[in-house]
């Protein structure tokens, strides 16, 4: 029942909150077009249901220049790119507009998410979306990766986010996937906001 249910959930709380929030989505892409150069959204491809890739999008957080940048700061910062090789993150990365740190800190840059979720991409919660490159990482995982739909959050959001190590995030895909129900999509539904609020992990 709750398999069947699940994505009529979705679309419908989907639905409301992008009424909700569509003035609060305008208001950003005004502050990303003003103050930053380049697109008002981050388009990028990642493995959904079925392993079919399809396009997440977010708000822009990075320079338009963002590839050269990153390539100048390795050249310097050899940790760093240690780091980025790890876990695929930053934690000081040179990158980031001023709006950007804003919208991350605080989770606003997911927002647009919402349109994933009404194309039936994603879900309000399941395992973190992954890239291509990412695969190797989850090992056998991946088998049970790609018989779920991403989620817009997830254990691993509200469980200290980057602050966990790459191989716990996996851990936790995995327990979400063996141990999904509704009562758990409740409860990490529930921790989210105090996670996005207290900016848990967040950069």
């Not at 409301?16 to 150069?37: E, G, R, S």
């Not at 050899?78 to 790890?86: C, D, L, P, S």
């Not at 141990?179 to 996005?196: C, E, F, G, Q, R």
């Amino acid at each position: 029942m709750y398999l069947f249910f699940k994505p009529s959930l979705d679309f419908i709380i989907s639905v409301f909150i992008f009424i909700l929030i569509a003035p609060l989505m305008i208001l950003i892409c005004c502050f990303l077009k003003i103050f930053t150069k380049g697109d008002i959204f981050f388009i990028h491809k990642r493995i959904g249901l079925g392993g079919k890739n399809f396009s997440l999008y977010k708000f822009r957080t990075m320079k338009h220049n963002r590839k050269e940048i990153l390539e100048k700061y390795f050249e310097v910062n050899k940790n760093a790119e240690v780091e980025w090789n790890q876990n695929q993150k930053l934690k000081n990365d040179p990158r980031i507009t001023r709006v950007g740190y804003f919208l991350r800190e605080f989770s606003l840059d997911e927002i647009p998410q919402i349109v994933n979720i009404l194309k039936g991409e994603m879900s309000f919660v399941g395992p973190r979306p992954i890239v291509q490159k990412e695969i190797d990482k989850y090992g056998k995982v991946f088998n049970d990766y790609i018989r779920h739909k991403p989620g817009l959050t997830g254990l691993w959001q509200v469980s200290g986010r980057n602050n966990t190590t790459y191989k716990e995030r996996v851990d936790m895909d995995l327990y979400y996937m063996n141990n999904k129900s509704l009562w758990l999509d409740l409860k990490i539904l529930v921790k989210t906001i105090p996670a996005v609020l207290f900016r848990e992990g967040a950069y």
